[in-house]
């Protein structure tokens, strides 16, 4: 049949979060980058959730037909709690594909405010460690030591949060303003923006609260004091999803810092082609003994394989109630250039691995979407 004529199918893909997330915006950049190869003929679905464990919980029960997960970050590296989750899901899951995606972590904020009147800084723990040293020499002199940090879910959500907050405070200010002074009109509800004024963080009283003229009103600060003005580190495109402005158009300290590694993950294994430049990825515990870092190392090694990672994690083995792993035993995460259906070296140094290692799981092995593919 022709192509042209195909219906096409729908290709749903959970990730945690809020609309506008970094995940979200993943999905579509991987989407729209490989529409006429890998995602022909399927027409994108994104689907928010608010936990990791709904998340999955929406995989097992094929809500959605894979996941995105942020797994690794170019600065701060590795999400541990996110592999952690990969290895012990039950049932199993699988990586189905990886994608490297890049958008600058912005500093936004409502309508009205300025680098100096903010008082908070919501996002990602991770995201605000990595931006920490560059939004100290961002911030005006003496500011950001009152700034306070605030950890939340993600960054959209931190910025949808920023946003509510903001409304929340401006309409309450409104009903302390009619109570004091009840010829005051209600503002339209479009916008919390405030017009500019003297007084920072607050609007002129000689206009409305969104900025429409009020001839012969005075100050009143002293009655009203100031608004907190909330700043959000997030992407452009969640600050254009909840009415928010872009202070810094990037806060990461060097080019490159905010690229992250995403996963989708899949019910089901899913066999790449060689063109695709795959990669596997492995689980593997082995005995606390002299030599196993060595013989795992070396199973891929006498194979001419390449390791692109390798990092240890204290192992979380357990079956039920009952664990199975001892203090001081690790897991070792590899990442190997190949696939273990099509590669014979890679196929063989996994049966090898399994001669001598007392666990060896097969995360995936899977195609790298990039755009060079």
Not at 139 to 157: C, I, K, W
Not at 242 to 269: F, G, K, M, N
Request: neutral net charge; glycine residues 4%; proline residues 8%.
């Amino acid at each position: 049949m022709n192509d042209s004529r195909m219906v096409d199918s729908e290709l749903r893909i959970g990730f945690h979060g809020v609309r506008g997330a970094l995940a979200e915006s993943a999905i579509q950049s991987m989407f729209t980058t490989h529409a006429a190869t890998a995602f022909r003929n399927k027409t994108l679905v994104t689907a928010p959730y608010e936990t990791i464990d709904r998340l999955f919980v929406a995989l097992r029960n094929s809500e959605v037909d894979q996941i995105m997960l942020p797994v690794e970050n170019a600065r701060s590296g590795t999400l541990h709690t996110t592999m952690d989750r990969l290895i012990t899901s039950r049932p199993p899951v699988h990586i189905a594909g990886e994608y490297v995606y890049d958008e600058p972590y912005c500093l936004v904020a409502p309508a009205g405010a300025t680098l100096d009147s903010i008082t908070e800084i919501h996002s990602h723990p991770h995201v605000l460690d990595q931006c920490h040293e560059n939004l100290t020499m961002l911030l005006p002199s003496g500011n950001s030591r009152r700034v306070a940090r605030v950890q939340g879910e993600s960054t959209a959500s931190c910025a949808k949060r920023v946003s509510d907050l903001t409304r929340r405070d401006h309409l309450s200010r409104l009903q302390h303003m009619r109570l004091v002074d009840p010829t005051r009109a209600p503002a339209p509800p479009t916008t919390v923006g405030c017009a500019p004024s003297s007084h920072p963080g607050c609007p002129d009283d000689s206009h409305g609260p969104y900025g429409q003229e009020r001839p012969g009103r005075q100050h009143h600060h002293h009655v009203y004091g100031n608004l907190p003005h909330r700043a959000a580190i997030a992407s452009r495109s969640a600050a254009a999803l909840y009415d928010l402005q872009v202070l810094i158009d990037s806060v990461v300290p060097e080019p490159h810092s905010s690229q992250t590694r995403y996963v989708l993950v899949a019910q089901s294994p899913v066999h790449p082609e060689p063109h695709q430049t795959p990669k596997t990825s492995l689980a593997i515990t082995v005995a606390n003994r002299a030599g196993s870092l060595y013989k795992v190392l070396a199973c891929f090694a006498l194979r001419d394989v390449n390791v692109c990672k390798l990092e240890s994690r204290p192992s979380r083995r357990a079956t039920g109630r009952s664990r199975l792993s001892t203090p001081w035993e690790y897991t070792l995460y590899l990442d190997v250039d190949g696939s273990a259906t099509v590669d014979e070296p890679v196929r063989c140094a996994i049966n090898h691995l399994r001669e001598f290692a007392e666990r060896v799981q097969v995360l995936g092995s899977y195609p790298r979407y990039t755009p060079m593919n």
